[in-house]
């Protein structure tokens, strides 16, 4: 089975994330061929729009989390690489030439909320969750952290990033994590398909240079963030209380930082 489907339809591609039955967790393996379809996608002439989707009932659920355990036992340099990997995720979202659309259902949960907020586009249902939940497990959303702020706001990423809060999603429109929340799983799909439409009646270059217009003028380059937030993942899984976080998940019991 493949971990990530891809279909190519009158000029809109469909990227699948396909692990439904971890609900579409990242791991090296999925994220590798993410990347490598979306700098597919970006050389693609024939294609002027990218859709993220994920198949089952999540968006994405974050990072796997028997991977993040199984990081902890590895030498510093290779749990680094590791994390750029991720970083190398969303660096390939944040600066495709083409729109992406992030099409969120169900669970989206810590790299998920990145991967939305990464997105040009993206829409969501009210049923759907949201959640940076890394603190709980003794982590940080730190390879998120600029994307998620940009969308955010300080005030609301201060908020769920320190709290690990669950919000819905119409709180996620409420603070512009996502463009629109509508009713059902048909207007979802209806959205995504008029905003297709609309991008596509816009001219290819135009799109690529007021995408790169948009980050120039938004402030601190992605570029300067990506070694740095990467580190930071790198180091915090190897921590005490990142170790005892995820053993703690894994085990199904509190954290020893818990009561």
């Not at 979306?38 to 009932?57: C, M, Q, S, T, Y």
């Not at 005490?240 to 998940?249: D, H, M, N, T, V």
Request: include cysteine.
């Amino acid at each position: 089975m493949s971990l990530a489907n891809m279909v190519v339809n009158h000029r809109v591609a469909t990227l699948t994330l396909n692990r439904p039955d971890v609900h579409n967790a990242l791991n090296p393996e999925l994220m590798n061929k993410l990347v490598d379809a979306l700098h597919a996608l970006a050389a693609n002439p024939d294609v002027r729009v990218i859709v993220l989707r994920g198949e089952g009932k999540s968006f994405c659920a974050g990072a796997d989390l028997r991977w993040m355990q199984e990081s902890v036992n590895y030498p510093p340099e290779q749990n680094y690489r590791e994390a750029l990997l991720f970083a190398d995720l969303m660096h390939a979202i944040r600066l495709c030439p083409k729109p992406v659309i992030a099409r969120v259902h169900g669970a989206a949960y810590g790299g998920g909320v990145g991967i939305a907020a990464a997105c040009d586009l993206a829409c969501t249902l009210p049923s759907a969750k949201f959640c940076l939940a890394e603190v709980k497990l003794g982590l940080i959303p730190s390879i998120i952290s600029p994307f998620c702020l940009e969308r955010m706001g300080m005030t609301a990423y201060r908020r769920y990033a320190l709290t690990a809060e669950t919000f819905d999603g119409s709180e996620a429109k409420r603070i512009g994590l996502v463009c629109d929340c509508v009713p059902t799983v048909e207007h979802l799909d209806v959205w995504v398909a008029d905003m297709t439409a609309t991008l596509l009646k816009n001219s290819p270059h135009a799109l690529d240079v007021c995408k790169r217009e948009v980050q120039a003028v938004a402030g601190t380059p992605w570029d300067t963030l990506r070694e740095r937030t990467a580190r930071a993942i790198a180091d915090i899984r190897v921590s005490p209380e990142g170790q005892e976080g995820l053993r703690a998940f894994l085990e199904k019991r509190p954290p020893a930082w818990i009561g």
